[in-house]
T-cell receptor, first 114, second 113 residues
């Protein structure tokens, strides 16, 4: 079946511009996660959605970052007024629920802020 | 605080030799532990997990991992390495009372012919 998809695969933007990154989770998965992977770094948790519960936003690095999940499916991560330090690969993952289930990752969006 | 440590940035091994990639963790309560692999320019792929039960868990591509509660470790192992195993490996633990994963910084495995 179809896995997690993300778009665009690459995004180059200028400092100060806003960007939107999209994630399509696996159908039926109630949990959706966003992570950031900077060059040479591990994965940094950003935000987590589980069903209709309030999202866990504890990993968002600043108020320039926000995310929404519409209809319990597609999610959009928005970065406002991008900075060069936002350059990274943004990974989305989904799972059937939380807890014991492994997360299935998308291929990521490589964001470059010039 | 809950954390995962992968003490080796890189592990080098000759093809055919056994390999071990180390992982230790600190978490409140019973840990849920995971290993993922990332090939170049690809997303993360799930390898295996420990939830409960047998301390030795087997996963994809011939990998296995041993949960050791007293040493708070979850080392990844494979009896005979392949060049195609060369990739970046991440250990992760589920944080207490949440569903988010805390990842280690990753270990690059290089298998030489």
């Amino acid at each position: 079946g179809a896995g997690v998809s993300q778009s665009p695969s690459n995004k180059v933007t200028e400092k100060g511009k806003d960007v939107e990154l999209r994630c399509d989770p696996i159908s039926g998965h109630t949990a959706l996660y966003w992570y950031r992977q900077s060059l040479g770094q591990g994965l940094e948790f950003l935000i987590y959605f589980q069903g209709n519960s309030a999202p866990d936003k504890s990993g968002l690095p600043s108020d320039r970052f926000s995310a929404e999940r519409t209809g319990g499916s597609v999610s959009t991560l928005t970065i406002q007024r991008t900075q060069q330090e936002d350059s990274a690969v943004y990974l989305c993952a989904s799972s059937p629920s939380g807890g014991v289930y492994e997360q299935f990752f998308g291929p990521g969006t490589r964001l470059t802020v010039l | 605080a809950q954390s995962v440590a992968q003490p080796e940035d890189q592990v080098n091994v000759a093809e055919g030799n056994p390999l071990t990639v180390k992982c230790t963790y600190s978490v409140s309560g019973n840990p849920y532990l995971f290993w993922y692999v990332q090939y170049p320019n690809r997303g993360l792929q799930f390898l295996l997990k420990y939830i409960t039960g047998d301390n030795l868990v087997k996963g994809s591509y011939g990998f296995e991992a041993e949960f050791n509660k007293s040493q708070t470790s979850f080392h990844l192992k494979k009896p005979s390495a392949l060049v195609s195993d060369s990739a970046l490996y991440f250990c992760a633990v589920r944080a207490y009372n949440t569903d988010k994963l805390i990842f280690g910084t990753g270990t690059r495995l290089q298998v030489f012919p």
